[in-house]
């Protein structure tokens, strides 16, 4: 499938994988992917994010927030609902990264397993979460739907779209961004472009 990606689009997959190692974060997540993108300032992707009122350091921050406990996928909404019943999530996180490390809530990849007392290497899925994975594979789907011969990056930001329950997603449609309508205007842009 990467041979079909152009040179714009292959750029944006390396920094995703940048921007995962970079907040020490494993696998590659489709709000990589989204930070990707819009690092991109030349890529259609990122002119149609702009153009939508998207930024990258709101984005930045908000996937901060999701990602800031240790990967629990918690929101301020759920933080807020916890706060309520008197548990205080970020006490509790600080409490327990005091007493077991600061990646102590970070999710452990496992060692790979050995058979009959003979090591065996087992596939793990690489480096991309399987959201990322979905949204590379609808990337394709969405070029070959248009009949384009080539995945650039705004297939990308269509196939993060179309999957749409990732933390690219949910970043986005807490920054106000309707996502049917940033799907809209990447085909408009697509068409104008042509």
Same mark, same amino acid.
Do not use: C, N
């Given at each position: ?5 152009? /040179? ?10 940048? +921007?995962?190692?970079? @907040? ?6 489709? @709000? ?7 690092? /991109? ?13 998207? &930024?990258? /350091? ?15 996928? %918690?929101?301020?909404? /759920?933080?807020?609902? %916890?706060? @309520? ?11 327990? @990264? ?7 809530? &970070? +999710? ?27 949204? %590379?594979?609808?990337?394709? &789907?969405?070029?070959? &739907? ?27 449609? +807490? ?20």
């Amino acid at each position: 499938m990467f041979e079909r990606f152009t /040179d714009r689009a292959r750029g944006v997959v390396r920094r995703a994988l940048e +921007e995962a190692r970079a @907040e020490g974060q494993r696998p590659v997540g489709t @709000e990589h992917l989204l930070l990707a993108l819009l690092d /991109d300032d030349a890529g259609l992707a990122s002119r149609v994010l702009a153009d939508a009122g998207v &930024r990258a /350091d709101d984005l930045r921050e908000r996937v901060r927030r999701h990602t800031v406990s240790g990967g629990a996928g %918690l929101g301020d909404a /759920d933080a807020a609902a %916890l706060r @309520e019943i008197g548990i205080d999530l970020a006490a509790i996180v600080a409490r327990i @990264e005091e007493s077991f490390g600061p990646d102590a809530l &970070r +999710e452990a990849v496992p060692a790979p397993r050995s058979r009959w007392g003979r090591r065996r290497r087992r596939y793990l899925g690489g480096p991309f979460s399987p959201r990322s994975k979905k949204a %590379l594979e609808l990337s394709l &789907r969405e070029a070959l &739907r248009l009949h384009h011969r080539h995945i650039g990056t705004e297939h990308i930001l269509l196939g993060v779209l179309r999957e749409g329950h990732g933390l690219g997603a949910l970043v986005l449609t +807490e920054s106000g961004v309707d996502l049917d309508d940033l799907r809209r205007r990447v085909e408009v842009a697509l068409r104008a472009a042509a």
